[in-house]
């Protein structure tokens, strides 16, 4: 089964801009993938997902215009790119993956995800 690592969290200020790894243990191309992140005591958010080929991508509507989501397969890599950064941004992010071998098809349930990475902390101060 594929394994997970994310990289790239810090301690940003308001407006400044971080950029997120998420590095697959094996071929990337087979997995459709995503972000989520969570705040203790708060439910896991949707933040953005790709398909397997990199042709579809869906930010949620909160990040729209500030979080890029792209993918390098040859890389095994997925990225999420965040820029005007807000304090409310605080949170582990965690990659995820499924298997799909459906062309263009995004999951934007976390239940979708069968494989998840240990999460990397963004934490952005005021």
């Known amino acids: 089964q594929v394994q997970l690592v994310e990289s790239g969290g810090g301690l940003v200020r308001a407006g400044e801009s971080l950029r997120l790894s998420c590095a697959a243990s094996?071929?990337?191309?087979?997995?459709?993938m995503g972000w989520f992140r969570q705040v203790p005591g708060k439910e896991r958010e949707f933040v953005a997902a790709i398909s397997w080929g990199g042709a579809n991508t869906y930010t949620a509507d909160s990040m729209k215009g500030r979080f890029t989501i792209a993918r390098d397969n040859v890389k095994n890599t997925m990225y999420l790119q965040m820029n005007s950064l807000k304090p409310e941004d605080t949170a582990i992010y965690h990659c995820?993956?499924?298997?799909?071998?459906?062309?263009?098809?995004?999951?934007?349930?976390?239940?979708?995800?069968?494989?998840w990475g240990p999460g990397t902390q963004v934490t952005v101060s005021a």
């Open positions: 094996e071929r990337a191309a087979a997995y459709a």
């Open positions: 995820a993956a499924r298997r799909s071998g459906i062309n263009g098809r995004i999951y934007y349930d976390s239940g979708a995800y069968n494989y």
